[in-house]
């Protein structure tokens, strides 16, 4: 079966199943099917096509191609004018089809390489690692802390603590039982001997018995629902409507102002305002129906040039092209206007397992009951250490496979277990696990009662009882300590353990913990457990009873069931030593979570350490600031009211409340994952611009709530990256920094290009209204408009997209929700160059200086000066460029990192001049001379000198809070860009 890993025979198991054979395993798939989960329905490319025709601009197109194909039949226009807005409305649509399919489809890549997570199933009579979806209906899969239930069935063995948050919200673990029952089939969460696909276990281990995969699971039903759940409007999309309605209100009413203005001019001004030359012109019907066609074209003309056709295509581009550099490093967009609105985040809310840090524990040091510390096994006293790695390795839920490799357990087992030379790991002894407690975060320790035989008790005399017996204890320090009588010399010699030695060990434990270690102390006894006490079993109001709610009498009975726990600890333990647990901050963090912090976002880290560990990790990575002292270290007493809440603290405000500490908010601690949905509830009703982190099930509702949800791609499910905008594939908090970055750059982007835009539509559209009162019916034809508005704009849009995403971008202020997509510098920006292109291109078309230029064979020519014309405003409107990528005086700021910037704009006017040339009366025009050429592009860089004057006489009087200062604090940061 092609799901089937390399097989690897694990040892110390304590359940023997011979599980399905490979012809049993085939039978059951082709009953059954595979263990693949409900792909959430997926458009096809068609779909997609037609459903961006829904666009209220792609609409308005396809009525002017109608009414200009019906114009075109009846004689009043020319065909290819309907080509031509026919390949405008292909090109609107098909760029953003193509480009969200393809990211799209360059996400079901990824959830299909992130369904080869791998889990233990009996096969043939031994343990096998198998793909997830490899599990089949009959399998006896083996589960242990840590692992995700792979799919849904009863527990034949064992006894599990497990947490049903991803499929019910409930964060209190659940304790499930074995039964014999086998056919037991129940979609009760509840039910105390059923286990579900999505559940972690927290502790214990089990097998069991697969009944239900795939779709036929609860979670299959639910990742079913999330990933058809509507999707949420971003910032952008919300900027982008308001402005396409207001560009398109503007287009109508322009459109009805020039239809009337020139049926007025036709019929009353041309007529000398003569009633009876009125009536005499209406008489020939033919030409006052051919001079309303003509209005009703310049109507159309005015629309075309309004509505902003090609900004959903720009738009599409500037994502396509950001979209692959992003997954280069390491970054998925999955939604397309998700990259943008990372650029615009207020606040993010970060775990800290896995993204500030790597995710996994590693033991930091080991400390003797005489307080002296290792950092390696090695070196510590070989006396000891063989104490030492005897009591971790055979007290312990995880395994140790034939090539010295850690499988299953929880992450202190593994950590544990990693301290250790891997040829002790390889060491088979002669020892039998009598009984055990599985650890529990009630409990908080665990113990295992082993026997040996006499070979190994000579080798570790004062670990074993004289009946070869020895019982191991790991657990949180207070709750051992106080028991341990005696210790464990470094030369391997039971002594005993004074209350000064304890004194001493507790403030170690102290230092330790301040520092973000996490301490686990280790002892054993000669005491074997209590009978039975491997049945106990956790209720979840006894898991429950830190919470300090219910009844007196449910009190009571949580408060009995713990004094009964409690008595299962040995009165007379010998402390072997302590060990720290540390998961390791990434090296990374610290710098992106200050380059986060300078960009203006409030950084909040979320966990669920307790409050002086999370503390002493937010110091370290410069959340919160630095202590004075050591004493301080892990303490919140002189940090701002609300920088560190816990989940108790957010349950017990109001949201008027948690409003109020929101902005000093930069740790909370203990959290629960129902926290994620509150705080972004509350900082949305702020008005602000929400990201999230998340990986697990029971983040996908916080995800998909967010503005921004950012799905981890090692660690996330798929529920979680299904509700996500962005994939960050490597966990890294520093992807979420460079995601940020990039929508920043890509929101300049696109105000950068609706500047180039707007001000062509602004030239274009005077020039259009005031031609046929100049004596210039169509100084700009439909044809050579939607060149200029489609044409041109796809390549200014390649130009734009390819600007560098500069660190200096992440010196600014994030833009706010309600703010206009056009600032007050964009409009004198507009509006000046704008009315100058216009003003200048009626210059040229009344001036009597320019026609002369335009001779053929000793004679004026028309077609030679229109087409002069036609290039004139191409390149006016191009070198316009450079005044809009900066707003600097210096146009060619950081030009070089956007060289293509230059080759689009050379391209452009080599396109313009080889079009023009074969043209024809496609676009109406005729070969121009080399010198012809040579004036019009030297006339088309008067538009430099007269936006440098803006920028000195107009922006400077623009109040500060108006103007971009990013560019002004790009010296700045230019040396850290590099």
Known sequence: VKNWVTC????????????????????????????T??????????????????????????????????????????????????????????????????????????????????????????????????????????????????????????????????????????????????????????????????????????????????AETVYGAIIKDVSEADERESPLTVKLSNLADSISTIGYVGAAAIFFSFLF?????????????????LQHWQVALHDTVTALILAIIIIVVAVPEGLPMMIAIVLALNMQKLLDQKVLVRRLLGIETAGSLNILFTDKTGTITHGHLEAHAFVTAQGNSYDTIQKIP???????????????????????????GNSSDKAFLSFLDSADLKTDENVLREDEILFSSVLKFAASTVSVDAATKDKLPDLFSEKNLATIFKGAPEKLLPNCTSRFSEDGKLVKLTESEKKAISDKVDLLSRTGIRVISIAASYDPLPQNSSSLILSPKMMRSSKGSGEKNEQDTMQEDLGKAEDLVSKDLHLIGLIGLRDEIRKESKPAIELTKKAGIQVVMITGDKKETAISIAREVGLLPQAL??????????????????????????DAELQALIPNVAVIARALPTDKSRLIQVCQKLNLVVGMTGDGVNDAAALHRADIGFAMGMTGTEMAKEASDIVIMDDNFNSI??????????????????????????????????????????????IQLLWVNLVMDTLAALAFGGEPALKSYMLASPISRSEAIISPYMWSSIITNGLFIAGFSI??????????????????????????????????????????????????????????????LAIIFIVQ???????????????????????????????????????????????????????????EGKQKSD
């Open 37 to 214: 989960l409900p792909e959430p329905e997926v458009e096809t490319f068609w779909e997609k096509l037609m459903e961006n025709f829904e666009d209220p601009l792609i609409k308005i197109l396809c009525v002017a191609l109608v009414i200009t194909v019906v114009l075109a039949v009846l004689g009043y226009a020319e065909w290819f004018e309907g080509v031509g807005i026919a390949l405008a409305v292909f090109l609107a649509t098909f760029v953003a089809t193509y480009s969200e399919f393809k990211n799209e489809t360059s996400f079901r890549e990824l959830q299909q390489k992130a369904s080869t997570s791998e889990t233990m199933v009996f096969r043939d009579g031994k343990i096998t690692r198998v793909l997830v979806t490899g599990v089949v209906v009959g399998d006896h899969v083996l589960l242990q802390a840590g692992d995700k239930i792979p799919a849904d069935g009863p527990l034949i063995a064992g006894s599990l603590g497990v947490s049903q948050a991803s499929l019910t919200g409930e964060p209190e673990a659940i304790r499930k039982r074995f039964t014999d029952q086998r056919d037991l089939e129940t979609t009760d969460t509840s039910n105390p001997h059923f286990v579900f696909r999505g559940a972690l276990v927290e502790e214990g281990e089990g097998v069991m018995l697969v009944n239900k995969i795939g």
């Open 737 to 782: 920094t460079k995601s940020i970055l990039y929508g920043r750059t890509i929101f300049r982007s696109i105000r950068k290009f609706i500047i180039f835009q707007s001000t062509i539509n602004v030239a274009s559209t005077l020039l259009v209204f005031l031609g046929p009162f100049l004596g210039f019916d169509f100084p700009l034809t439909l």
């Open 8 to 35: 690897r025979g694990v040892m110390s198991t304590k359940y023997k199943y011979t599980g399905l054979t490979e012809a049993e395993v085939k039978a059951s798939i082709k009953k059954h099917g595979e263990n």
């Open 629 to 654: 002292n050591a004493a301080d270290e892990s303490s919140d007493s002189k940090l701002p009211q609300g920088s560190v809440l816990e989940s108790d603290d957010i349950r017990n405000l109001s």
């Open 382 to 408: 070989k006396s000891l250490k063989d104490i030492l790695t005897f009591s971790i390795k055979h007290s312990t839920a995880s395994h140790v496979s034939s090539d010295g490799k850690v499988i299953g």
């Open 913 to 971: 001049i080889v079009f023009t040339i074969i043209g024809g009366k496609f676009l109406r025009t005729i070969p121009l001379t080399a010198n012809e050429w040579i004036f019009l592009i030297g006339l088309s860089f008067v538009i430099i000198p007269w936006d440098m004057m803006r920028k000195f006489v107009i922006v400077p009087f623009l109040p500060l809070s108006l103007q971009d200062t990013t560019e002004s604090e790009e010296d």
């Open 843 to 904: 210059v040229f078309l009344v001036n009597d200086y320019f026609p002369p230029l335009f001779v053929r064979d000793g004679q004026l020519s028309n077609d030679a000066f229109l087409t002069g014309f036609f290039a004139f405003f191409i390149f006016i409107t191009s070198i316009n460029a450079f005044n809009v990528r900066t707003e600097k005086i210096n146009i060619l700021d950081n030009i070089t990192n956007n060289r293509g910037f230059l080759i689009v």
């Open 265 to 281: 001019k036709q019929f009353f001004m041309d007529q000398g305002y003569s009633l009876t030359n009125t009536w005499a012109y």
